[in-house]
């Protein structure tokens, strides 16, 4: 398969602390911020916008494994990590539920049994940033067992000044934990026990009125503001995240095979309320907007929830000579939901309307699967696998504590039910045409479940669910060492037949989740690594993705042959380092990464203004390491050229609203390792 990854030295040095800083990273791979907290990824142009509770992602973040079904709960930071790796296509077989485009796979650093181990970091940048960070890793009872306890925190000021309120908005203030237990009580048993959690506080977002929609009478009461450093906000907002996560995993070791029993729960606590238009009702503001739109009101949007998940596993001995596995999976989740929409304009009433959908899904998921990975000479292998999934979803959703009906056609509540199931599979063979060379095609099908709608405008509407959508990938791949290790290059064609994608339409006014027909992606992607000179090392890695739709009408129009949304037909890294050691062996190491994504639509029509123009970011770093006894110095740059992209927007009421990435960023961070 093709997977990006990020070694825990990469991670550090690069300062790759949340999910976005992935996303800016990996040809192939993009997101949708709205808000920041609720993130939702797009892998080969796979991907959800539907926040709903009754809703999934299609692409995937796992934690060690644990499957975060949530976007508000990938809330994690990058902070004492062994890996994280990005894989591409479908992964259903062996990942689980609702991995139509791929997954990002998040690994920490287990407790080493071998010694004692210590670390910390500490920053100060720009915006007041203060950073710290810190591990310990505790052996104890000879060598069978052992602790680690890890942390971090990170804030900063906020990034954009709100002049109407005189404050600043979009900072950052999170508190995150891990403790871990490991122990071997047995030659052949292995118990690992991980509690982790996370506390993010952040105001904003800072949102903007961009484009004018001179279709919609609304236009004309807003006030345009392109600068991505000011807002006029008539609230500050916040956006508020609580999580936490249990987790046990117990292996053994027999004469057939390692059983293996995997069990977590996850709990969310998330609120937000934000000016939605970015204006205020003062005529004599810049910032003057006629129409208030925000979640202001006595409810807090948000949600409550609460996930679990079950594995039993039988796989094979390190030392057989076939690779295989056969499993059960469990997952549920209780997802508590109020999205709450403000109407505040005299244009629209005489009194502030508010909306309030109150929804509440359930969810039980079960899984049956197996995966084989078979040697056919010494050159020719063979892998396949099949998992069946089955999912039993009930909701309930209702807006009876509105004022009005805003975004829908009348004051219900209702309830449904459904069951989803499919078969989801890999095959393909690998050819090692030399030691260093290895050839593979591979085909894989992916499947999400149906769902129902988050904001439906009528209650016959409300129990119907969408559909499932699937995607089949075709793949062949080459994996290549050159000049004795100096050069890795590795390539990938792929293609992707995705039908009955869910997308989030606008119909008559009001967002609807519906199966948009069909799409073909194709691409192209290569990553390089070559170490031409001592010291010197330059990563390159491109991706072509071609993802367009071949049956697609919404509102009556037809798109058919579009670009699907939030997905760049060409993304480029390239990351230049240079090592240099002093007789001393103090170590400087200079090192950049330039991004590139090429035009991205926001929205399914291609239309202005939902359009992103291309970005370059530049970040640099000089590290002088191995000084003082462990001791490590960096001097770091995060977006030198100040690139200010729009990380979201949506033309509602009469104008195109959106909000920026963050400015640019730069600071010093001393470390010491034991």
Do not use: C
Not at 273 to 282: E, M, Q
Request: charged share 20%.
């Amino acid at each position: 398969m093709t997977v990006t990854a990020f070694g825990a030295e990469e991670i550090e040095n690069a300062r790759i602390q949340q999910i976005d800083d992935i996303v800016s990273r990996t040809p192939g791979l993009s997101f949708d911020a709205f808000p920041a907290t609720q993130a939702r990824l797009f892998i080969r142009g796979i991907g959800s916008s539907d926040r709903g509770a009754a809703g999934d992602p299609s692409s995937a973040v796992f934690l060690d494994e644990v499957y975060l079904g949530r976007p508000a709960m990938v809330a994690f930071d990058a902070f004492d990590l062994e890996r994280i790796e990005v894989l591409k296509g479908p992964q259903g077989t062996l990942f689980g539920r609702n991995v139509v485009g791929g997954a990002i796979n998040v690994i920490t650093k287990r407790p080493d049994l071998e010694g004692f181990d210590a670390g910390t970091s500490l920053t100060y940048g720009n915006y007041n940033r203060l950073d710290g960070a810190g591990f310990i890793n505790l052996p104890f009872a000879n060598g069978s067992s052992a602790v680690r306890v890890s942390g971090s925190y990170r804030s900063h000021d906020g990034y954009v000044e709100n002049r109407f309120l005189n404050e600043d908005v979009e900072d950052q203030d999170t508190l995150s934990g891990r403790v871990q237990f490991y122990t071997e009580p047995t030659e052949t048993m292995r118990v690992h026990l991980t509690l982790d959690g996370t506390r993010d506080r952040a105001s904003g977002p800072a949102n903007h009125v961009l484009e004018l929609d001179a279709s919609d009478p609304l236009s004309n009461f807003y006030s345009q503001n392109f600068d991505p450093d000011v807002t006029y906000g008539s609230r500050v907002g916040f956006q508020d995240r609580d999580t936490y996560g249990l987790r046990g995993e117990i292996a053994n070791d027999f004469s057939f095979g390692t059983l293996t029993f995997l069990a977590s729960y996850r709990d969310l606590d998330y609120g937000f309320n934000y000016d939605f238009d970015g204006g205020n009702p003062d005529p004599t503001s810049p910032g003057f907007n006629g129409v208030d739109i925000s979640s202001d009101s006595p409810d807090v949007s948000g949600e409550q929830s609460e996930l679990s998940s079950q594995e039993l596993r039988l796989s094979s001995l390190p030392s057989g000579n076939i690779d295989w596995v056969v499993g059960l999976y469990r997952y549920a989740h209780e997802v508590d939901r109020l999205d709450v929409f403000t109407l505040d304009s005299a244009l629209v009433a005489p009194i502030p309307l508010t909306e309030v959908f109150d929804q509440r899904a359930e969810l039980d998921s079960y899984a049956v699967f197996g995966d084989v990975s078979v040697p056919v000479g010494d050159r020719w292998n063979i892998f396949g696998g099949l998992r069946y999934s089955k999912d039993e979803k009930s909701y309930t959703v209702g807006n009876l504590d509105s004022d009005a009906p805003l975004r829908s056609d009348d004051i219900f509540e209702a309830s449904a039910s459904a069951d989803f199931d499919d078969w989801t599979y890999r095959a393909g063979l690998e050819f090692q045409a030399t030691p260093d060379d290895m050839l593979y095609a591979s085909i894989s099908r992916g499947y999400k479940s149906g769902g129902f709608q988050d904001q439906p405008a009528t209650a016959p509407e409300a129990v119907v669910p969408f559909e499932p959508e699937s995607a089949i990938q075709y793949e062949i791949g080459q994996k290549s060492t050159l000049f004795d290790g100096a050069m890795i290059w590795n390539n990938t064609l792929f293609y992707l037949d995705y039908t009955d994608l869910q997308t989030v339409q606008t119909i008559n006014g009001i967002n609807v989740t519906d199966n948009a027909g069909a799409a073909t992606i194709k691409g192209y992607e290569t990553q390089l690594a070559v170490s031409p000179a001592d010291g010197f090392n330059l990563a390159v890695a491109y991706a072509y993705t071609d993802a367009t739709f071949d049956e697609f009408v919404e509102g009556g129009v037809d798109y058919s042959g579009n670009r699907i949304s939030r997905t760049p037909e060409h993304k480029l890294t390239i990351s230049p380092s240079y090592v240099y050691t002093f007789a001393n062996g103090v170590d400087l190491t200079l090192a950049a990464d330039y991004r590139y994504a090429s035009e991205i639509f926001d929205d399914n029509s291609n239309q202005p203004p939902e359009v992103r123009d291309p970005t370059h970011f530049v970040d640099a770093r000089a590290i002088l390491g191995n000084f003082g006894n462990g001791l490590e110095l960096s001097l770091w740059g995060k977006n030198l050229t100040d690139e200010r992209t729009r990380t979201f927007q949506a033309v509602f009421l009469g104008a195109n609203f959106g909000a920026f990435s963050p400015p640019r960023t730069y600071g010093v961070t001393l470390s010491w390792n034991y």
